[in-house]
Structure formats: C-alpha cells, structure tokens
C-alpha cells in the first residue's frame, strides 16, 4: 500500500470533540480518490495530515511502508517531494508570468529567492514548458497570471505541481471558487494526468457529481468519522 492510515485522530487545541476520529483507510497508486462530507467533517484536515502541515494526535500514516508521524523534519522533506498539493486559491504569485510561476514549483526545498532571482537550469526550463503543454497554457506562457481566468489559473497551479514529478497529488477544495464547466475541465485534466503517470489522486470535493464522474473511489467524513469508503457507483442518496 502506498499509504496506509490506522486510527488516525486529530482534536485541534481547546476542542472538544475530534476533527478527526480513529480514521482508517489505505490507498494506493492507481487510485483516485474523491472525499466527500459536509463544511467542518474534516476533509481539509485528513488532507493536511498526509503532507504533516498538521500533526496527529494519535494514530499512523504509513507512506510506503515509512512512518510519517514520527519522521523528522529532515526527512519529511524528502517525503514531501513526491508530494503536491493543489490548493482552492491557487497560490500563484500574481505579477509574475505563467512561465515563472510554473518554475517556481521545481524545487520546493530550494531557497525561493533562487526561484526569484530566475536561477533555473535547461532541465528544468524543459520541465517546465513541458507541464505548460500538458496543462495546455503553453500559449500563455509570457502572461501574467493575475490576467488569467479561474480556470486558467488552476492550470497554472497544476503545471507547478507537475514540476516536482509528484507521485502523490492533494487537491484541498482545487475547484470551489470555479464555475461547473471550468470544474468540470479541471477534474479531467486531473484525471488524464492522474491516468497518464498512474499517480495516487487525493481530493476534497463539494460537489458529489464530479465525484461520481471522475473518482474510480470515494470516501466520505461525517463529524470526523469515516462514514464511507466505495466506489462510486455505491453511493446512494441520501449521503
Ligand atoms: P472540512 O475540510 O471538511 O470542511 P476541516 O478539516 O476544515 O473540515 O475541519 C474539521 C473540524 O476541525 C471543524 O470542526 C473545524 O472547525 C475544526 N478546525 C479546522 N481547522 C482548525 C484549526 N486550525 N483550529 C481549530 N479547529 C479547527
Ligand atoms: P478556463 O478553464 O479558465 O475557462 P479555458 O482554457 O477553458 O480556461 O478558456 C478560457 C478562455 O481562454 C476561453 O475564452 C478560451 O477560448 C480561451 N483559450 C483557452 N485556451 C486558449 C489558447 N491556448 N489560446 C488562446 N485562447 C485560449
């Protein structure tokens, strides 16, 4: 298994009850999954377990066979480069080009002013207007991104992922602020790539028809409790 989670419990300071509680699951490449559940059941935070930008309370996140809970910060970030994340607000650094925002995802651990400063080798020149290609910008390379569409900006935000050749992709909420046909857009480029590098695909999503139409799993947090885990044909009306 490629990520394997037992009794994973999460309860934030000052909290009474658990963001998260005794959550078992275990995913593996191939997969992608969508997590449903209502604002506060804890998706987000099952999500920022995975990447330690939230340590547990209790329980084990196993990422191919290494403990991640116990691991240090050294070697987290190690760990965390096969990790990516794509996030509802995109992230990107608006004034700058599509080009350069794109660069700037090929190395997480490397000091940012070098990013900055446009310090990047013709390797990862290459990489870069390859992710463009595969997210389909590559038109608007030169572009500030603060110009760009919604859409256009997640593809942005997907084209600085790629660059870490990640085998593990977050999304937290990647189309929230997106109308249903951009959504919809995004979800398939996610999936053609998920399909493309045989990736583990990890996403919140509110709306439960993208679910049902590009998740080939999906599982769902209620109040912190893991209350399904199926395929999507299995989901029913009332969840
Ligand atoms: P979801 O992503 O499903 O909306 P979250 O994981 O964000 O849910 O939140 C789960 C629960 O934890 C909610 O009750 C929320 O209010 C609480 N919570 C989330 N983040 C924090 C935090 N940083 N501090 C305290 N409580 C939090
Ligand atoms: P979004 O997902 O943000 O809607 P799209 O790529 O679907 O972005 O399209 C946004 C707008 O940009 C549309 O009007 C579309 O016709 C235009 N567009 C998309 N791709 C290109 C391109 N490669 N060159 C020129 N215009 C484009």
Known sequence: MMLEISDLTVTYPKATEPALDQVNVSMN???????LGRSGAGKSTFIRCINRLIKP??????????ELTSLSERAMREVRSE????????NLIPRMSV??????????????????????????????NQALQEVELDR???????????????????????????SLVLGDEPVASLDPTTSERIFQLLRNIHDER???????VHDVELAKKFAT???????????????PSALTDEM
């Open 29 to 35: 490449k191939g997969e992608f999954i969508c997590i």
């Open 140 to 166: 608007f390379r030169d572009q500030r991104v603060e110009a760009l569409s919604g859409g256009q900006k997640q593809r942005v935000g997907i084209a600085r992922a790629l660059m870490q050749k990640p």
């Open 57 to 66: 309370s209790a329980g084990s996140i196993q990422w191919n066979g290494t």
């Open 83 to 90: 990790m990516v994340m794509i996030f509802q607000h995109f």
């Open 99 to 128: 080009f350069q925002n794109t660069l700037t995802g090929s190395f997480g651990s490397r000091p940012a002013y070098k990013n900055l400063l446009g310090l990047f080798d013709e390797k990862e020149l290459k990489s870069a």
């Open 198 to 204: 045989n990736l583990l695909t990890l996403i919140n």
């Open 217 to 231: 799993r999906i599982i769902a947090f209620k109040e912190g409790k893991l209350i399904f885990d199926d395929q």
